[in-house]
């Protein structure tokens, strides 16, 4: 089955306790991207990876890392969390080139950051 | 730089009626333009998609419309069920850039 799987789904933690939220598909996309969602604010994308070893910014990425070290991996890195960063996190994939068209999400990884 | 809205205030419709969403982005044409549904608590699910050349696109219920001098793309879901009641959110790519902007969505509730 395709999918995008995402962990954890929930996590609670602290300021400035490093975490990783990890992101794998299997369906050999090139394309991969992480979203957080918050009330009124819509999705908005934090980073995307056009391939293995390829990142480029989103609209919000201070505060977040990334890397592409494999092709189904990507995962998010919050180095410092801090409480403004509480939100729901997507993470997607898609092809990429002329078939640049359907976006997978993930079921989302829903943080606290106390 | 680029923005996109939609309305904010829920749709609510009776069953069987079709229900007509909007979205409007600012500055410059898109490459194209995605349709999402997303239930709560769960990732959006991508409905359609429509390119900039291209002023309609069809997907069963689904209707997709794109008129570049307006600036707007309206979404329609024909003979509506309350299954359909959800959060729709569109999304541009421009052809300048792989990103990806999304509207906040509107929230559409069919009444049986």
């Known amino acids: 089955e395709a999918q995008v799987t995402q962990n954890p789904r929930y996590l609670i933690t602290v300021t400035g306790k490093k975490l990783t939220v990890t992101c794998s598909q299997n369906?050999?996309?090139?394309?991969m991207s992480w979203y957080r969602q918050d009330p009124g604010l819509g999705l908005r994308q934090i980073y995307y990876?056009?391939?293995?070893?390829?990142?480029d910014k989103g609209d919000v990425p201070e505060g977040y890392k990334v890397s592409r070290k494999e092709k189904r991996n990507f995962p998010l890195i919050l180095e410092s969390p801090s409480p403004n960063q509480t939100s729901l996190y997507f993470c997607?994939?898609?092809?990429?080139?002329?078939?640049?068209?359907?976006?997978?999400f993930g079921p989302g990884t829903r943080l606290l950051v106390l | 730089s680029q923005k996109i809205e939609q309305n904010s205030e829920a749709l609510n419709i009776q069953e069987g009626k079709t229900a007509t969403l909007t979205c409007n982005y600012t500055?410059?044409?898109?490459?194209?333009l995605q349709w999402y549904r997303q239930d709560p608590g769960r990732g959006p699910v991508f409905l359609l998609l429509?390119?900039?050349?291209?002023k309609e696109k069809r997907k069963e219920r689904l209707k997709v419309t794109f008129d570049t001098t307006l600036k707007q793309s309206l979404f329609h879901i024909t003979a509506s069920q309350p299954a359909d009641s959800a959060t729709y959110l569109c999304?541009?790519?421009?052809?300048?850039?792989?990103?990806?902007?999304f509207g906040s969505g509107t929230r559409l509730l069919v009444r049986p």
């Open positions: 997607a994939s898609m092809s990429s080139g002329a078939a640049l068209e359907t976006q997978y």
């Open positions: 369906m050999n996309h090139e394309y």
């Open positions: 990876s056009m391939n293995v070893e390829v990142t």
């Open positions: 500055n410059y044409s898109p490459a194209y």
């Open positions: 429509i390119r900039e050349n291209e």
């Open positions: 999304a541009l790519k421009m052809d300048s850039s792989y990103k990806l902007i």
